[in-house]
């Protein structure tokens, strides 16, 4: 199995560049922000729980979303390689992926990290509010929140991998073909 984690702060473009990753390779995608979303739009328990932290900018509690992860690794056993969009976000969610991983016999392959700088995300967050119907990107101050959630919490997922020599980063500036382009080269160079 050839697992991906796409790694970067929000607005970057994992989501843009995962859809064609996956289009391409055949990857399983497992997104948690669309997982979580698909929750909140079931009206389900979990959705219930999650919609407050995610309306505020904060991440939902590790435990909520460390289940929905393992589900859906069961419910996609067969697959080829799982491409990892918005997971993990914080160590403790990267160490249980590791112990999930390890308990079917695969791991963590590639962490692929978009770079941005943060005027950029914002711009970019403000343009997609316009578009995405998210109730968690209408405001700039939850942008804000966000992305110091990633400085504060998610950049340790990063540094967790790269002990392992598992992280390239690439410039997440440019055109999206571009970019895509170099995201495929470092996959072709290891799968
Ligand atoms: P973005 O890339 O803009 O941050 P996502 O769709 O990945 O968007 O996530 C939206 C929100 O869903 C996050 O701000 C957070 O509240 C919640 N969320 C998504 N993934 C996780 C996760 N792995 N752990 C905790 N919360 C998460």
Redesign the pocket.
């Given at each position: 199995m050839f697992n991906l984690i796409l790694f970067g702060p929000?607005?970057s473009g994992?989501?843009t560049q995962s859809e064609m990753l996956i289009s391409k390779y055949g990857f399983k995608h497992l997104?948690?922000?669309?997982l979580?979303?698909s929750e909140i739009a079931n009206k389900t328990d979990l959705g219930l729980k999650?919609k407050s932290?995610?309306d505020n900018?904060?991440?939902?509690p590790?435990a909520v979303?460390i289940g929905m992860v393992d589900a859906a690794i069961n419910a996609n056993k067969q697959a080829s390689g799982f491409l990892f969009?918005?997971?993990?976000?914080?160590k403790a969610?990267a160490i249980a992926l590791d112990e999930l991983l390890e308990s079917h016999g695969t791991a963590i392959s590639l962490v692929l990290a978009l770079d941005v700088p943060e005027e950029e995300l914002i711009v970019r967050?403000i343009n997609r509010a316009k578009t995405s119907g998210r109730s968690?990107d209408a405001d700039e101050a939850v942008q804000k929140k966000?992305i110091s959630?990633y400085k504060n919490e998610t950049l340790a997922v990063a540094e967790h991998y790269a002990a392992f020599d598992k992280v390239i980063t690439l410039n997440g500036l440019g055109q999206i073909d571009g970019i895509f382009s170099s995201l495929c080269k470092e996959i072709d160079a290891r799968a």
């Open positions: 929000p607005g994992k989501g997104s948690t922000g669309d979580l979303r999650a932290f995610m900018g904060q991440l939902v590790d979303v969009d918005g997971f993990p976000r914080t969610q967050m968690d966000r959630v």
